[in-house]
């Protein structure tokens, strides 16, 4: 029989740029060597106990084994209003302006569904995370790139949008402390992205996951801060990144009434909602343990100086981040980043994220990952202090 043709938006995905470095990852692994992976964005320390346990008191509770409700418990919802209160001033209607996601990658994704008809165009920025560009196409819409250039502090250039594109477009995505490059968004950004939103309607959708990882007593503000941001956005946030819960699924989305509930409505119809236990065990996360994301990112700058420092001493020139667990850096001798990426890996086992990988602006770049322990961060700076061949961009220069 012949096989049945996918449909054309799977066909479509661009190739999956990894698969070479997992490849090779896994034969040196398969050979006995050891591999650093400072590729993942996914922490590696635990969920703090107290979530944990405030889960297994809530699995144990058959009212948590049936059906949740599709937009989240109301006691989660008025957590989060809660700790938007408490942490950015931020008022909200936990019954209109908050909906739980299962991670917000979840909402992300499905958020284009609610706005984009075939044709629409969605703004996305680039480098970036690939949720978004796909996301787009998903929904039948135009993905249209905005580049983030290390000139102008790693944030897009609104004006620079035509007017013909501006006007076609519904959404917009925009990410700060932002991955791939952990740049910080100043009020005066989430100023002008509110008045190009204004001026085009454009419904602005801030992917906030990395609010609560900063340094240096930096604190990230919430897009919603801004005037006049709820009449034109949304924000993701996610407890993946704030309490090591990448594996649990939780999010949450809040802000504009009509794009949340239409958000809740794709949902509705897509999903049956969010497992209670695990809504209990966010409550308990955002209502009781407030002093995590501090711990954490105490532990994280400790990483970012040891990082920084290793790779200055070898010679290459990090952005330094004020957010995020990334240490965003140039590829030496202005080499591509995914031959920069495997030849690292094949001579040192130190798997880094080839900037390509999020964008074709992220070309000449690439991204080291702060989710290791110090030891193992200073055992990869090392090695790769050592790969003076890597270092000296003769083995990563483009063909
Ligand atoms: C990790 C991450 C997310 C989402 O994580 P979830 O686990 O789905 O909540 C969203 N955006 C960015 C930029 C991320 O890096």
Redesign the pocket.
């Known amino acids: 029989m012949e096989e049945i043709p996918l449909a054309k938006r799977i066909l479509d995905l661009p190739p999956y740029l990894f698969a070479e470095i997992d490849r090779a990852k896994a034969s040196l692994r398969a050979e006995g060597k050891d591999i650093i992976d400072l590729g993942v ?2 922490p590696d320390l635990p969920t703090p106990e107290p979530i944990v346990r405030a889960l297994a008191r809530a699995a144990a509770e058959p009212a948590n084994h049936r059906y949740p409700s599709y937009e989240g418990l109301l006691p989660f919802r008025e957590a989060v209003a809660r700790w938007y209160r408490r942490r950015f001033g931020v008022d909200l209607d936990p019954v209109t302006e908050v909906v739980s ?6 909402g ?1 994704a499905h958020l284009p569904l609610a706005f984009l008809d075939p044709g629409d165009v969605g703004l996305y920025t680039d480098p ?2 690939p ?1 978004y560009r796909v996301a787009i196409l998903f929904a039948g819409g135009v993905p249209v790139s905005l580049p983030l250039r290390e000139e102008v502090g790693f944030l897009p250039d609104l004006d620079a949008v035509p007017e013909e594109t501006a006007r076609r477009a519904k959404i917009l995505y925009v ?1 700060y402390p ?2 791939p490059t952990a740049a910080t968004a100043e009020k005066t950004f989430f100023e002008r992205v509110v008045a190009f939103a204004r001026r085009y309607r454009v419904l602005v959708c801030h ?1 906030a ?2 609010s609560e990882i900063a340094f240096d007593g930096y604190r990230p503000s919430s897009f919603l801060e801004t005037e006049g941001a709820r009449e034109v956005g949304i924000e ?6 704030t309490f090591n ?2 594996g649990w ?3 949450f989305c809040v802000g504009n009434e009509r794009a949340v509930g239409a958000l809740g409505k794709v949902k509705t119809n897509i999903d049956s909602g969010l497992f209670q236990a695990i809504q209990y065990a966010g409550i308990e996360a955002l209502e009781r343990n407030g002093k995590v994301p501090e711990e954490l990112s105490r532990i994280y700058q400790e990483r970012r100086d040891l990082v920084v420092n290793g790779l200055r001493a070898c010679g290459l020139d990090p952005f330094v981040p004020k957010a ?1 667990f990334y240490v965003w850096c140039p590829v030496p001798g202005k080499g591509d980043s995914r031959s920069f990426a495997r030849s690292l890996l094949l001579n040192t086992g130190v798997v880094v994220t080839p900037g390509v990988g999020f964008g074709e602006h992220g070309e000449g770049y690439f991204r080291v990952s702060l989710t290791a322990a110090k030891d193992r961060l200073e055992e990869a700076l090392y090695r790769i202090r050592k790969a003076e061949e890597v270092l000296s961009g003769a083995s990563c220069r483009v063909p």
């Open positions: 964005g996914d996601l299962i991670g917000s990658k979840e992300i970036g995370y949720v990410n932002n991955n992917d996951a990395y993701f946030h996610s407890l993946s990144k819960m990448t699924r939780i999010g995020t």
